[in-house]
Every structure is written in C-alpha cells, then in structure tokens.
C-alpha cells in the first residue's frame, strides 16, 4: 500500500486544517490508518487510527476533542480535521497503515504499522 499525505501548511493558534492521506492499493477491511506526528528533535508521536471495517477510532490524548480522524471508503482516503491548533501541534504529520490478518485493537505504536507516508508539514504560529 502506498500513502500520499496533503494538506499541511501554516495556520495561526486557534485555527484549522484538514489532512488528507490517499492510499494506492487493496485496503482491506482489517486494516488500520494512523496518523502520527513528528516534531524537530522529538519522536514519532500517535495521534489518532481509524478501522477500515467499522471505522473504530483512537486519539491520543493531546488531540481528543480537537482533532477528528474519518476515512471515505470509496476514494481510500483518510481524513483528520484538526481544529483548536496550538503551536505544540506544530510536527510533519505522517499516515501510516497497519496490515492486519484480523481483527485488531488500534495501536499507538508506530512500530506496528507497515507501510509510511512521506509526511506534511503542519506550522502553528503563536
């Protein structure tokens, strides 16, 4: 599966962005899109999953109630609307898939997914 990330920019504190992650390739319904972010000098940090079959959802806590994570099955295309930006959130935001067999709890860990997007950068000016 190969992703496209979009929709990064630079938006004042208080404002919103809508990312976009495109995937190329057979989604089937076991797998779980994610979305993490990695900020200069930090880690790769989860932000939020969605199940392609049911569309079960996770945040992280930072972003719960700020950011909401969709997909659209016929364009295999997920969406995370974040709203309330902080300078904090400022990171390259990456999609990522986790090819699951079978049912799976969603996971944080980005060790567990497969296959990476090239990133978008997402700036909060203050």
């Known amino acids: 599966v190969q992703l496209q990330a979009s929709g990064g920019g630079l938006v004042q504190a208080g404002g919103s962005l809508r990312l976009s992650c495109a995937a190329s390739?057979?989604?089937?319904?076991?797998?779980?899109i994610g979305w993490f972010r990695q900020a200069p000098g930090q880690g790769r940090e989860f932000v939020s999953a969605i199940t392609w079959r049911e569309a079960n959802k996770r945040y992280s806590d930072s972003v719960k109630g700020r950011f909401i994570i969709s997909r659209d099955v016929a364009k295999n295309t997920v969406y995370l609307q974040m709203s309330g930006l902080e300078p904090e959130d400022t990171a390259v935001y990456y999609c990522?898939?986790?090819?699951?067999?079978?049912?799976?709890?969603?996971?944080?860990?980005?060790?567990?997914?497969?296959?990476w997007g090239q990133g978008t950068l997402v700036t909060v000016s203050s």
């Open positions: 390739g057979d989604i089937f319904s076991n797998y779980h």
């Open positions: 990522a898939v986790r090819r699951n067999l079978r049912r799976t709890p969603i996971s944080s860990a980005p060790s567990e997914y497969n296959d």
